[in-house]
């Protein structure tokens, strides 16, 4: 079952755009939305996360936008660079001792 | 401080095999999950394990099993291997108590790359 959903699957945008990934959950339970980026090769690494009494958070060109009726969430970069072409996993917890389930992710290519 | 090693990097079995892949956690890490990574399903969580004990679990079949040691280095076993059990294997470590900020973010290692044939 999956608990938490992620879209598109793969995403292609030109240098300087804005890509944006979706993801949606059903948990209510669920209080912590990080957001994971892995380069090929190498292990995923956090790259940002959100709690939900905020409805958004930017580190850097990175932005999580938070929609706790809609139970859904989103990444958002901004000014993309090809250096950024990498997968991109959301991912939620219940509770500090949870295990933190991800979504299938996003093959993000940014173009020169 | 280091990072989370996995070894081996690499590894190849055939069917019916059984198999252990090893994991050190960063120095100071109680915690260390298990993740199953396939193309079609992302990233599929296996078990957690914090001081010795197994806390969490994920859906996997009982050929999956892991145990953590008390230098927190955890390893994880598959028996009767399939073939679609090929797969990237990950590691993850993370503080496994104390607040929230510092206990949430999960460390990984580059994984071990499973191939049943």
């Known amino acids: 079952q999956q608990q938490v959903k992620q879209s598109p699957q793969s995403l292609i ?7 944006i990934i979706n993801c949606a959950y059903e948990n209510t339970a669920f209080d912590y939305f990080p957001w994971y980026q892995q380069f090929p090769g190498k292990g995923p690494a956090l790259l940002i ?53 991800f979504g299938k992710g996003t093959r993000l290519h940014i173009l020169p | 401080k280091a990072g989370v090693t996995q070894t081996p990097r ?27 990574q396939t193309p079609g399903q992302g990233l599929q969580f296996l078990f957690e394990y914090f001081s010795e004990t197994q806390r969490n679990k994920g859906n996997f079949p009982g050929r999956f ?35 929230a900020v510092s206990n949430e973010k999960l460390f990984f290692g580059s994984g071990t790359q499973l191939s049943v044939l």
């Open chain 1, 13 to 19: 945008v030109q240098k300087g755009g804005i890509p």
């Open chain 2, 10 to 36: 690499y590894l190849i079995k055939t069917r019916g095999q059984q198999v252990t892949l090893s994991c050190s956690p960063i120095s100071g890490h109680r915690s260390v999950s298990w993740y199953q």
């Open chain 2, 65 to 99: 099993s892991g145990r953590q040691f008390s230098n927190s280095r955890s390893e994880m076993n598959v028996s009767t291997l399939e073939l679609g059990d090929s797969a990237l294997y990950l590691c993850a470590s993370r503080q496994g108590q104390g607040p």
């Open chain 1, 49 to 101: 996360a959100i709690r939900p009494d905020v409805s958004e958070k930017k580190e850097g060109r990175f932005t999580i936008s938070f929609n706790k009726s809609a139970k859904q969430f989103s990444l958002h970069i901004m000014d993309s660079q090809p250096g950024d072409s990498a997968t991109y996993f959301c991912a939620a917890s219940k509770g500090r001792d949870d295990k933190i389930i």
